[in-house]
């Protein structure tokens, strides 16, 4: 990179740096930069020394930016005024690791913070506003599957209630193999398996709600689950909004720190551009 060792020049870098601001908001900032070398002259320093007590015009020009981009995210909070600050504040991370790269990881975690707790309201919501049109108009039915965490058998189990009774069947296989489904008089159905030794036995009422989950395997160890209840109108509600609520309050809690980080942020460079002019070698 060419040594600047003149206004002309510096301005001239300064400008192209700046290209992406509004004509009127470069001048504002090329007079200002103007004034500085008039002042510095008339106190007999050289424009060399007036540039080295600036600095690198390029740095200079992403504080700048920076500052200007944060004051448009402030403005308006669109995804597209937060890239230009992480992009422009991930540049000043290679000058300045020691304030701008914290900030940007601050910024990159809260981000990421926002959009999980956004998204988890936004399930919530929806979770909770599902059950009360369930229990308003029957649909969608959000109980029709119970999650089954005993570790045997389905993930999820269909509760349903039962339409037609299914048949009654026995079927036996070599090495005491064998698979059933019995129907109760109550419109009730069990299904047994059986394979070497290891049995697995669910009972599903009429009303499609389970009555019990039992296994057991060949050493004798089992496991026994029974009157599975099928989850009601307000614990499904409950959780919708619980879930909402924490994603709000995640969601506020993100932005606000954002918002605290950025204001750092603007402050610092504010300060970094008031010290570089007073204090020159």
């Known amino acids: 990179m060419t040594k600047i060792t003149n206004q002309k020049e510096f301005l001239a870098q300064l400008q192209q740096e700046l290209k992406h601001l509004s004509s009127a908001e470069c001048d504002d900032i090329l007079n200002d930069y ?5 002042e510095g002259l008339a106190n007999g320093r050289s424009e060399a020394d007036i540039i080295a007590g600036l600095g690198d015009p390029s740095v200079i020009a992403k504080e700048l930016l920076a500052n200007q981009y944060i004051e448009q995210w402030q403005k308006k909070k669109s995804f597209k005024n937060l890239w230009y600050v992480l992009s422009v504040n991930a540049s000043l991370g290679l000058v300045n690791i020691g304030v ?4 940007l990881m601050g ?6 913070l926002s959009i999980g707790f956004g998204i988890l309201a936004v399930l919530g919501t929806v979770f909770a506003l599902a059950s009360l049109s369930q229990q308003l ?7 029709a599957y119970h999650l089954n965490t005993s570790g045997i058998g389905p993930v999820l189990i269909d509760t349903t209630p039962i339409g037609p009774l299914p048949p009654h069947i026995d079927i036996k296989g070599k090495d005491n193999q064998e698979f059933k489904l019995e129907r109760g008089s109550d419109g009730s159905v069990t299904i047994y398996t059986q394979k070497d030794g290891e049995t697995f036995t669910i009972e599903k009422k009429a009303d499609g709600s389970i009555g019990k989950i039992y296994g057991q395997n060949n050493q004798g160890e089992s496991i ?13 509600l409950c959780i919708g909004l619980f879930t909402a609520a924490i994603g709000l309050f995640g969601f506020w809690l993100t932005r606000r720190t954002m918002n605290r980080l950025l204001s750092f942020w ?13 204090f020159m070698p």
């Open 34 to 38: 103007r004034s500085h070398f008039a």
């Open 100 to 103: 701008s790269l914290p900030v």
């Open 107 to 112: 910024m990159l975690i809260t981000t990421l």
């Open 137 to 143: 108009f029957g649909f969608p039915q959000l109980n």
């Open 224 to 236: 026994h689950i029974s009157d599975i209840r099928k989850p009601g109108f307000w614990s499904q």
């Open 266 to 278: 603007k402050k610092h460079l504010q300060w970094t551009q008031t010290t570089r002019k007073q």
